[in-house]
């Protein structure tokens, strides 16, 4: 099993800068993918960033340019660096983990808020 808890989230006027984090622990050997999804009121919840093992990222169309995915080497969290945040942005994001063959795995959501 993994275990994916989030941080970082909170309320931030538009224009301003927020950093995620995931924490994995568990059984995380070959860990192919991690990335955050994210969940506005009344939206399905959809893909924001990725990031594989060997480093290639995935954005979406509506955060590239503007957030970057980051997952250091030897350690068990992956980032999210959000720039120039839009209240369009804001949502319920979570953390996520799959593995070659098995299940997603989920973090609990970390709340990001974008308003003046």
């Known amino acids: 099993q993994v275990q994916l808890v989030e941080s970082g989230g909170g309320l931030v006027q538009p224009g301003g800068s927020l950093r995620l984090s995931c924490a994995a622990s568990?059984?995380?050997?070959?860990?192919?993918?991690m990335g955050w999804y994210r969940q506005a009121p009344g939206k399905e919840r959809e893909l924001v960033a990725t990031?594989?093992?060997?480093?290639?990222?995935n954005y979406a169309d509506s955060v590239q340019g503007r957030f970057t995915i980051s997952r250091p080497n030897a350690k068990n969290t992956v980032y999210l660096q959000m720039n120039s945040l839009k209240p369009e942005d804001t949502a319920l994001y979570y953390c996520?983990?799959?593995?070659?063959?098995?299940?997603?795995?989920w973090g609990q959501g970390t709340q990001v808020t974008v308003s003046s």
């Open positions: 996520y983990g799959r593995k070659t063959y098995g299940p997603a795995y």
């Open positions: 568990g059984s995380i050997f070959s860990l192919v993918i």
């Open positions: 990031i594989n093992s060997g480093g290639s990222t």
